[in-house]
């Protein structure tokens, strides 16, 4: 069985300050790995991708995440807040072999960027 | 434009009736899924189909219904037998095949049991 676990449900940053929403996750296989971006009533936009390629993973609007599958995790950063950015923002798993089908969710971190 | 449709974006039942959920994509995609959103639990799979007329449940499917007979299109029934339908519902779509490991998601539907 595949778990995603988001340490912090809300998680708040000065505009223009550095931003980390962590993401560990359990696999028994080496698993593909998605941070996705919802905004209030909105459905879910992929923001990167971890496929087994190289590990640092760079998405859209200068967000990347790491791979590191000695701590099991998959942090997302992006150097510097946008008032834009605040959004809750989801950790996903899947296992390779099921052809992505069965996607494993984290419970979400708010994020919150303030002036 | 090429995407996921969902309507409506809000409804309204009063409890103990069925309603259904609606879901197209013009993506040619061949798979479909459906997920329920309640706040603080992240996204739960509640039913999703590989192809046409073919389709398994996910881990919450109890009290839901859907079908799969065109490759567009993938309603979702919530029945009367769901304890606790309010809730935000998410479809999402992925392509088949080696490299084709996004599943895509459609704006949502809020459905409200009064």
């Known amino acids: 069985a595949q778990s995603v676990t988001q340490l912090g449900s809300h998680v708040s940053v000065s505009e223009g300050a550095l931003v980390l929403l962590r993401c560990n996750y359990s696999?028994?296989?080496?698993?593909?790995l998605f941070w996705y971006v919802q905004y209030p009533n909105q459905g879910l936009q992929l923001l990167l991708k971890y496929t087994s390629a190289a590990t640092l993973v760079k998405g859209i609007n200068d967000f990347e995440a790491e791979f590191k599958k000695s701590e099991t995790s998959f942090h997302l950063t992006k150097p510097s807040a946008h008032m834009s950015d605040a959004a809750e923002y989801f950790c996903?798993?899947?296992?390779?072999?099921?052809?992505?089908?069965?996607?494993?969710f984290g419970t979400g971190t708010q994020l919150k960027v303030e002036l | 434009d090429g995407g996921i449709t969902q309507s409506p974006k809000y409804l309204f039942r009063k409890e103990g009736q069925n309603v259904t959920l609606s879901c197209e994509q013009n993506l040619n995609h061949d798979a479909m899924y459906w997920y329920r959103q309640d706040p603080g639990q992240g996204l739960r799979l509640i039913y999703y189909?590989?192809?046409?007329?073919?389709?398994q449940k996910g881990d919450i499917a109890e009290g839901y219904s859907v079908s799969r007979e065109k490759k567009e299109s993938f309603p979702l029934t919530v029945t009367s037998a769901q304890k606790n339908p309010t809730a935000f519902y998410l479809c999402?779509?992925?392509?088949?095949?080696?490299?084709?490991?996004?599943?895509?998601f459609g704006p949502g539907t809020r459905l409200t049991v009064l």
């Open positions: 996903a798993v899947s296992d390779p072999r099921g052809g992505g089908n069965k996607l494993t």
């Open positions: 696999s028994s296989v080496p698993p593909y």
């Open positions: 189909s590989q192809i046409v007329n073919d389709f």
């Open positions: 999402a779509s992925k392509d088949r095949g080696p490299g084709t490991d996004t599943q895509y």
